[in-house]
């Protein structure tokens, strides 16, 4: 068991353990919403135990590789050029690198107060030399382009010449993940390497097929405490790499401590010419890292002054890993982002699984930022926005009206989701038919439904999200069909959220027809749709309706489907994951976890036993319970009621637990819903689910996946578990309600929140809700808590008594 202390703001590793370096890595990458870099040691290159990658938000590029007969194309985020790179020999010894050296003490530690990675390593190298490397680093959080990395070296018992080699690695290539090992993965061409003045260097590369341009611009330093010390420097040059070589005087017991600032360029950047002269310009003007580091830990402080969620329980693994999950929230997606026109990732910028790809997991991820950086999820939409022409596209090829949006979408949003996939246990490749998930058009109308309620943002959504609402109604009006026996609607050859299901294992094409949440949440759209119309003013109406040839009978038949949208029940009020899934067989459940303990990857798992999961009532993820966790009850009986159906709250709990024992929680997402929706009928059961999300990624719990990217709708789910389920928040109305639950486990948590531009501060606690109007746009804000309304002026404090 590797050695790790967890501590309210750091996560610290104290031995070193090669098996789980891969997943260090991951756990400690920086990042800063434009740039992100895994926690790899500046010293090692990729191999078994090390894995080097910096990610530029939105850096994407496509390869082709024949496969099986298949052509199969990707669009990858690329691993762009490593500016880690920093080593030292003795002259005449071997480079220092951790696999070969004897160590004596370890420690990692990453510090999310900070947003510094720290690493402490004394060692004795061949020759019985005995140093200490202490080291930091930063990707700046405030000045987005600058990156940096201090040493301190120490020798114990040795004085003499040092070598020290830092340079930027322009060699490498997209390995991150096995699984996509036969596949091309050359994206970069070097297109030139030199030396800017005395002390720096650059590489600048340029992705192959979407051209990107990359300028990394180092620059090295070496200091006695803060005192430079000359140093002879030679040029080291490869055809993909640039540095240099210094030599020092290293005295016993005589710390040098080095600096290695990068600046790091892109041709998608703003207000830049060219990337090679603004990386250069960039290296030469940049401050020392003691005050670089000061800017960017000042940045961290505010953030976190509005981000954080504190615990006074003294649970200081739980108090941790929210802020663990927050940490990696806020270097994927951070005010740097704002404009970028990048969405965001289901893994992170941290690993190259999904390849970077946008999905669904944004309806998971906003609402922890909406409510704190709201113009961050502005930004998010407007990438969804600026796709909608490919979108309509998507859709017209397939037939349908309006815009389609993709299940996997990348540069410029065009369908990026695989055709094949290998199965790693059958070591066969695979059809992948998971784009049929058509619900991210649901999921996206909703991200743009909440934006707008949390902000009141008009100008949105009479510019954009209204457009976006209209167009993803008219899609699932067209894809709904009329069956006349049923005098119902019906959505058929779709697949739900839980990727166990493609298809009925007696068809030959992959669909499924009348997927429950699929059809309910095209009801709630199509209804919002309506409305939101009205909410126009007359001109941008008339507008919007005339630039989109909007007719009145759209709008009437788009009442219609609603009214009567077929939605599947079996089993005395079990609301049917989609049609004819009574018919499937039970699964073995308990012999399978048995046989192989983690069953999570059931899919696989028969597949490779030449099965199919299709068989079975047997869920990757929640499905139909995805309607409990976005929908109040209140809410699911005014939809049922409006499509001809009555729906009795009561029947729920009975849909929970038939639904809890057919799922495998193969997807991290799973936990997170369950959690949520036993959070009032089960509390033990909700808060052993909840634990379980917060481990997904700091334990792995997947066996194996953190290390090709953070699970990052699992992290802002579970932070968005305390944030709105257990304060019971809802918006509605135009007021923020409240209706509070704490699990046992939680007895005081506080948290900020921002609400219709008002900041508001949050403490609950088992027998009082006390809710502080902090500032704000207008003088008063309206809280509701149970089933009052209350009017808090600004600087006052109302404590609500549970
Ligand atoms: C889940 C999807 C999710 C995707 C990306 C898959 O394993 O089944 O629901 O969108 O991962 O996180």
């Not at 985020?77 to 951790?98: A, E, K």
């Not at 609402?469 to 739900?496: K, N, P």
């Not at 299901?501 to 309910?520: F, K, Q, S």
């Not at 802002?716 to 257990?726: E, F, N, P, S, Y």
């Amino acid at each position: 068991m590797a050695k790790r202390e967890i501590k309210e703001w750091e996560l610290v590793y104290t031995d070193w353990d090669p098996e789980q370096q891969p997943l260090r890595e991951a756990l400690c990458t920086l990042g800063n919403g434009q740039i992100a870099t895994r926690g790899a040691f500046e010293e090692a290159g990729a191999g078994a135990s090390h894995y080097p990658g910096t990610y530029l938000a939105g850096g994407y590029n496509r390869l082709e590789t024949p496969v099986e007969g298949h052509v199969l194309g990707n669009e990858d985020l690329v691993n762009f050029p490593n500016w880690l790179p920093l080593t030292f020999r003795p002259v005449g010894g071997d480079w220092f690198h951790i696999d070969d050296v004897r160590i004596d003490e370890f420690s990692q530690r990453l510090d999310v107060y900070r947003g510094v990675l720290h690493r402490h390593v004394r060692f004795a190298d061949a020759e019985e030399r005995r140093f200490t490397l202490a080291t930091r680093r930063f990707v700046h959080m405030r000045s987005p382009h600058l990156t940096g990395i201090e040493w301190t070296l120490t020798s114990h018992d040795w004085t003499g010449e040092i070598e020290l080699r830092s340079s930027i690695d322009g060699g490498v290539v997209n390995a991150n993940v096995d699984r996509y090992s036969d596949l091309n993965n050359e994206h970069l061409e070097v297109l030139e390497c030199g030396f800017e003045g005395d002390d720096a260097f650059y590489l600048t590369v340029r992705t192959n097929q979407s051209r990107i341009r990359m300028t990394q611009a180092a620059r090295t330093r070496v200091f006695d405490g803060q005192d430079p010390i000359a140093v002879d420097r030679t040029r080291d040059r490869t055809d993909a790499s640039a540095g240099q070589i210094l030599t020092v005087a290293c005295r016993r017991n005589k710390p040098l401590r080095v600096e290695k600032i990068a600046a790091i360029h892109t041709s998608k950047d703003f207000a830049i010419s060219e990337s090679r002269k603004q990386a250069c310009k960039g290296i030469r003007r940049a401050a020392t890292f003691t005050s670089l580091l000061e800017d960017h830990m000042e940045e961290w402080e505010q953030l976190w002054s509005h981000a954080d969620i504190v615990l006074s329980d003294g649970d200081v693994e739980t108090q941790f890993m929210l802020r663990l999950h927050i940490f990696h929230l806020l270097q994927t997606a951070s005010p740097n982002t704002i404009d970028r026109d990048v969405g965001v990732p289901a893994r992170g910028w941290h690993g190259e699984a999904y390849r970077g790809h946008v999905f669904w997991d944004e309806l998971f991820i906003f609402p922890f930022l909406t409510l704190r950086l709201p113009e961050l999820t502005r930004s998010l939409l407007m990438y969804r926005y600026r796709r909608m022409p490919e979108a309509r596209v998507l859709a017209a090829e397939e037939g349908f009206d309006g815009a389609m949006y993709p299940w996997q979408s990348g540069s410029d949003g065009s369908e990026e989701s695989q055709v094949l996939h290998l199965n790693p246990r059958s070591g066969r490749w695979v059809e992948d038919e998971t784009n049929i998930q058509r619900h991210v058009n649901v999921a996206i109308a909703y991200n743009v439904w909440q934006y707008y309620q949390a902000t009141g943002d008009m100008e949105f959504l009479s510019h954009y999200g209204a457009e976006m609402l209209l167009e993803l109604a008219r899609f699932w009006a067209s894809i709904a069909t009329y069956d006349a026996d049923r005098d119902r609607y019906e959505i058929r050859g779709v697949m739900g959220p839980d990727e166990f299901h493609t298809g009925y294992p007696w068809a030959d094409e992959p669909g499924l027809n009348n997927n429950a949440y699929t059809n309910v949440m095209a009801v709630w759209l199509l209804r919002t749709a309506c409305s939101v119309i009205d909410l126009l003013d007359e001109t941008r109406r008339e507008h919007l309706r005339a630039g989109i040839d909007l007719a009145d009978e759209e709008l009437v038949r788009w009442r219609q489907i609603s009214s009567k949208m077929f939605v599947p029940f079996h089993a005395d009020d079990i609301i049917s994951q989609f049609e004819g899934y009574e018919k499937l067989e039970e699964f073995d459940w308990d012999g399978y976890r048995e046989e192989y303990g983690d069953i999570q990857r059931l899919d696989r798992i028969l597949e490779a036993e030449d099965d199919d999961v299709n068989r079975y009532k047997a869920s990757k993820q929640a499905d139909v319970l995805m309607l409990f966790y976005l929908f109040s009850s209140e809410q699911l009986v005014s939809l049922f009621d409006h499509m001809g159906y009555v729906f009795d709250p009561a029947v729920i709990p009975k849909n929970i637990e038939y639904y809890i024992r057919r799922t495998s929680h193969g997807s991290t997402l799973s936990r997170v819903v369950h959690s949520w929706v036993l959070a009032r009928a089960d509390r033990g059961g909700a808060w052993q689910l909840f634990r379980d999300a917060l481990r997904s990624d700091v334990d792995d719990i997947q066996g194996g996946t953190t290390h090709e990217g953070i699970h990052l709708g699992a992290m802002a789910g579970t932070v968005d578990l305390i944030q709105r389920v257990h304060t019971g928040l809802e918006m509605r109305d135009e007021v923020l309600w409240f209706n509070p639950l704490l699990p046992y486990e939680l007895s005081d948590v506080r948290l900020r929140l921002r609400y219709r531009g008002h900041w508001l501060s949050v403490r609950l606690t088992d027998d009082k809700l006390s809710v502080t109007f902090d500032r704000g746009p207008s003088p008063a804000a309206e809280i509701g808590f149970r089933d009052t309304v209350v009017e808090l002026h600004q600087g006052e404090t109302h404590d609500f008594t549970l």
